[in-house]
Each structure stands twice: as C-alpha cells, then as structure tokens.
C-alpha cells in the first residue's frame, strides 16, 4: 500500500490548475441513467471515485470510458436497477442512483450504505421524500427495494440534505405532476445537477435558492454534452495550504464565487486575495491571525473543509474555536493532527485550539478524504519529515495531488510502504 512522504518547511509558489467538481459529477453521472443516451461529461476529475461511479454504470449495462478529463457515458443499454453492497459500501455517493432508477425504471435495489469514518450517516430524508411521492420501500438483508410510479409532492427537509436533495430532483424530474423541495440544499454541485437537468429537458425553477420547484416531464431527451464545475473544495484545500506554508499561489480554473466565505475568513486569517472570474491569487506571509469558525450549508463554510482550516488554526498567534454543525463528530483527525504537536481539545463538536509555534514531522494515518489533505497540509508545514499512511482516501478525492504540489515547490512524494 502506498503512503505519502513529505520534508516540510517549503514555501508554496506558483500555479495549479483546479480539477472539476468531485461532488457535483457523481450525482450528474448518475443522471445519465434517467434518460438512455450517449453523453459526454468534460472536466472530470480522475479520481477514485468517479472510477467506481463509472464501474457502477458498467454493472448495470452502461458504458463508462475516461478520455483525458472527459467521460463518455452510454446509458442505452442500461436494464439492471441494481447497486450493490460491495460497491455502495466503498462509496456512499452510489447511492445517488436511487432517484435515477425510480425516475426511469419505477424500481431501484440499492444496498443501504452503513455509517462512515466519522460515524453514522443516515438516509432517512432520502426514503421519506420518495415515499411522499409515492413509492412502497422495504428493506431486504440490507437491500432496499423501492417501487411505484412517482408522482409531485410538497417536501420540507427538517436539516438540508446535499445527497437528499439531489435524490429527489432527480426523481421528481419525470414524475407526474409539481414537486416542491423546502429547506433544498444550494451548494454549487446541486445547482449543477439542475443546470444538466434543464440541459436533459427538465423544467425546474429556484436555481440557488432553498426552494425547488419541478414540474415533471416524461418528454426527456438524452444524450448530450456537459461542462462540469470547478472544484471549490480541492480550490479550498490549496488556499489554506498556502496560508499554512507561506507562498504566493494561483490557482487556475476555479470560481471565486462559490469560495466567498472561504475567501473572507482567510482575509481576516491575514493573507491577501486577489482574483478574477476564473482564477485566484494567495499570497501569504505564513503569520497566521486566529479565526473562529462554524460549518454550515452552503454558502456558510464547507465541512468538508474544516480539517484543513484546524489544521491552519493549530499554528495560529493565538486560541481559536472550530464548530462542526453539520457533522459533528467529524473530528477523527484530531488525534493524527496532535502527533504533529497541536494542542488540540473537543467537547461535542466544539473543538478548541490553542494556536503553537510549529509542527514536527511524525508518521500519521489518514482516515477519510478531507482529514487526509489536513494531514498533508500540516506535514508540509512542519519541520522534519513526515509519513501518511492509507493514502487510498486522498486519492479518493483529489486529483494527482502530490504532482500538483511538486509543481507549487513541495517536497512530496508517494512511495510503497
Ligand atoms: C455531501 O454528502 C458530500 N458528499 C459530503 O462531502 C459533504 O460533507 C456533505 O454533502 C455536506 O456538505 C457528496 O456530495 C458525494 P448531507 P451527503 O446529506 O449528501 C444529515 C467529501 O468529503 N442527514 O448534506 O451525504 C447528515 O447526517 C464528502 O467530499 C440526515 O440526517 O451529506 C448530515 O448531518 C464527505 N438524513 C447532514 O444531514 C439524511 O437522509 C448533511 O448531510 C441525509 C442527511
């Protein structure tokens, strides 16, 4: 198995290129399936998991190639409503294919996925959407088997659901009659799916906003080709490496909109941002001012980036407070992050942080995507060498990662452990 090695103490400088949005191609790839065509999907990440999306269309009759950063996807001969256990259970993300099977099949077998490093992530909102549009759910040693015709209905989501939501716009998209989604997520990967919704013929209306409102159509048309978003969070994960680390970076291919928080909380952590429509430019002297900071849907501050941004805390001038309200036990790189010395303490999902002068190199171990980039970013800024083990979950998430903090100066490499 391989790990990561890394000598710290460089500067980052220079610029990378963001790879396209893990978390908005996987529900899209999944939309091929409503309607059968031939689509191309451009700016695809080459990650672990669009590789196992793309197994998942194979299983069930489709085709899944990789050319370059495009995929050509072939849902013509798809007639297998089937997503099992040992698949969904290495991604959660498979689950996405519930409301493309119900959309197009009226059936879907979809292993029900367990919890995940961090602890359980249930799928009640999901189930209980479609059983408000009408579809019968049971579960069979661990499979749930959904039936019916779908048809609209008015939907009010207790806590926003970035996967529920996805779900059941694409349920709703060929279901008969209005389908009303109350409390919708709005991350930028949910107003791409709609975007390639509409683009399949689907009439949806409150694009970026918490209310969705889908007329549904049986008159789909398939096979087209599509532009996939930039990736706010691998953009995220960069900009607060190089506020770790000092440097000047800029980051090519990305949206500065939809890293607006991301961007101000680093301006008050006393880097300086500049940007543009398509591209971001850090410079940052590596002095690290103390920020609190509370998670929230978008557009609070991504989760998903709350390891990486404790990790930039923990060589803070001062103590800082980092809140998890999404997830919140999603702290297990607490206990990695203190093996570089950071003084680090959790009560509930508050953590607190007292801020320390450096980090030194140790053997540390990754246990989910983002809490393996916190790891990277904290073992570049530390002095001395460090060793990341069961690197399978960057790799997961992140496009080339070690070769694109090559090109930023790193001293990183990925070897056989
Ligand atoms: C998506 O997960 C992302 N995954 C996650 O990114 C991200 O952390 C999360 O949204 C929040 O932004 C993908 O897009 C593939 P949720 P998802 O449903 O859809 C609770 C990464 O690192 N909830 O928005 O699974 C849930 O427990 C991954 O790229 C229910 O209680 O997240 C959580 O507390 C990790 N019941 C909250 O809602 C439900 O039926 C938000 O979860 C659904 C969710």
């Not at 996405?96 to 959309?103: D, N």
């Not at 599509?226 to 490496?241: H, M, N, Q, V, W």
């Not at 909380?265 to 006393?270: A, I, P, R, S």
């Amino acid at each position: 198995m391989d790990k990561i090695v890394i000598n710290g103490g460089k500067h980052l400088n220079g610029e990378v290129f963001i790879s396209g949005a893990k978390n908005a191609v996987l529900p899209i790839m999944t939309a091929c399936i409503i309607e059968p065509g031939k689509y191309t999907l451009n700016n695809v990440p080459d990650l672990r998991d669009t590789r196992t999306m793309g197994r998942l269309i194979e299983m069930i009759g489709g085709s899944a190639q990789f050319h370059k950063n495009s995929m050509q996807i072939n849902t013509v001969n798809c007639d297998k409503p089937v997503a099992p256990y040992e698949l969904v259970k290495t991604m959660r993300a498979s689950f996405y294919v519930l409301g493309p099977f119900m959309s197009r099949y009226n059936y879907a077998e979809v292993s029900l996925p367990g919890g995940c490093a961090w602890g359980p992530r249930p799928v009640d909102f999901h189930l209980k959407a479609l059983e408000s549009m009408g579809a019968t759910i049971s579960l069979e040693r661990g499979n749930l088997i959904s039936k019916g015709k779908l048809h609209g209905a008015e939907i009010d989501f207790e806590k926003v659901s970035v996967g529920a939501t996805g779900n059941t716009l694409m349920a709703a998209v060929k279901a008969d009659g209005i389908t009303v989604i109350n409390n919708a997520a709005c991350e930028p990967d949910i107003t791409d799916l709609v975007d390639f919704l509409v683009k399949l013929g689907g009439n949806i209306e409150g694009r970026d906003t918490t209310q969705l409102t889908i007329y549904g159509n049986s008159q789909l048309k398939g096979g087209f080709e599509y532009d996939i978003i930039p990736d706010r969070i691998e953009a995220g994960t960069f900009l607060i490496g190089v506020a770790l680390t000092g440097g000047e970076v800029t980051l090519r291919n990305v949206n500065p909109k939809h890293l607006e928080i991301v961007i101000s909380k680093l301006k008050d952590v006393g880097v300086n941002i500049q940007y543009d429509s398509d591209s971001i430019t850090i410079s940052s002297s590596g002095n690290i001012n103390p920020v609190d900071m509370t998670t929230g849907a978008y557009p609070g501050f991504p989760t998903d980036l709350q390891a990486q941004w404790m990790a930039l805390m923990c060589l803070a001038s001062g103590n800082s407070t980092v809140i998890d309200e999404i997830y919140h036990d999603r702290f297990t790189h607490m206990a990695e992050l203190s093996r570089f010395g950071a003084k680090l303490h959790l009560v509930d999902n508050i953590a607190s942080i007292n801020g320390i002068k450096n980090f030194y190199g140790a053997p540390v171990m990754s246990t989910d995507i983002r809490a393996s980039a916190s790891l990277i970013l904290a073992a570049m800024a530390a002095e001395g060498s460090s060793e990341i083990s069961r690197i399978y979950h960057i790799d997961r998430g992140y496009e080339n990662i070690e070769m694109k903090l090559q090109g930023l100066g790193a001293d990183i490499k990925r070897t056989q452990a």
